[in-house]
């Protein structure tokens, strides 16, 4: 029973280099999140999914792209990557929106370094 | 308003203490109020939920104090474990919002033996 699985668990990049943030659910949930986490900001949601073929921006969705073509995996893309993407990524996914459909599932996040 | 604000930042205590951290929000469509629990290297893990309709929740030596009318509510950790040191986020969501949850900055909890 994997869960939420986020690969790489680390990486280093340089600026303006590209990447992509894999995750991949295996609970069968429509639901799918992206997060960054920033030391003291809490986690900021740059974007979301609500099933396959269907995405939408967060709070923070600025130099960042996604797809979801299938109900397991939602990838994230960093086109050119800029220091201010330095943080810790983590994916999410819950079967549904409502209270009854939480929690959302963590994946224990790809610690990304931008220099 | 989207934001929930939590505090304090850190808190340090010894064991058997009862920490207790603090969350205020303004949007009153929020419905479920969940608290996760993140250790260091992981992803954040569901501990307990709330929602408005009731003033307290507990579960185990977990407890939220829920106040509707000043928008705050409150984890209470019950004779504090070691274990127990995380870093905890309250969050907050509306059901009507596509399941987007708003989280607290986050409290890093140390636990002295």
């Known amino acids: 029973n994997a869960g939420v699985t986020q690969t790489p668990k680390f990486r280093i990049l340089k600026i303006g280099q590209s990447m992509t943030l894999q995750c991949a659910q295996d609970?069968?949930?429509?639901?799918m999140y992206w997060y960054r986490q920033d030391p003291g900001m809490g986690l900021k949601l740059i974007y979301y999914?609500?099933?396959?073929?269907?995405?939408d921006k967060g709070e923070v969705p600025n130099g960042y792209n996604v797809s979801r073509s299938t109900t397991e995996d939602f990838p994230l893309r960093l086109e050119l990557a800029a220091p201010s993407q330095t943080s810790v990524y983590f994916c999410?996914?819950?079967?549904?929106?409502?209270?009854?459909?939480?929690?959302?599932?963590f994946g224990d996040g790809t610690r990304l370094s931008i220099l | 308003q989207q934001q929930v604000k939590q505090s304090p930042q850190s808190l340090i205590v010894q064991k058997g203490g009862i920490p207790i951290i603090n969350c205020a929000y303004e949007n009153t469509a929020f419905d479920y109020f969940p608290w996760y629990q993140q250790f260091p290297g992981k992803g954040p893990a569901l501990l307990i939920a709330i929602r408005p309709d009731v003033s307290e929740k507990k579960e185990g030596r977990f407890t939220i104090s829920f106040n509707k009318s000043a928008k705050q509510f409150s984890l209470h950790i019950m004779d504090s474990q070691p274990g127990d040191s995380a870093t905890y986020f309250c969050?907050?969501?509306?059901?009507?919002?596509?399941?987007?949850?708003?989280f607290g900055q986050g409290t890093t909890l140390q636990v002295k033996p």
């Open positions: 969050a907050a969501i509306s059901s009507g919002n596509t399941g987007k949850l708003i």
């Open positions: 999410a996914s819950s079967y549904g929106q409502g209270y009854s459909n939480q929690p959302q599932h």
């Open positions: 609970m069968n949930h429509n639901y």
């Open positions: 999914s609500v099933g396959a073929g269907i995405t």
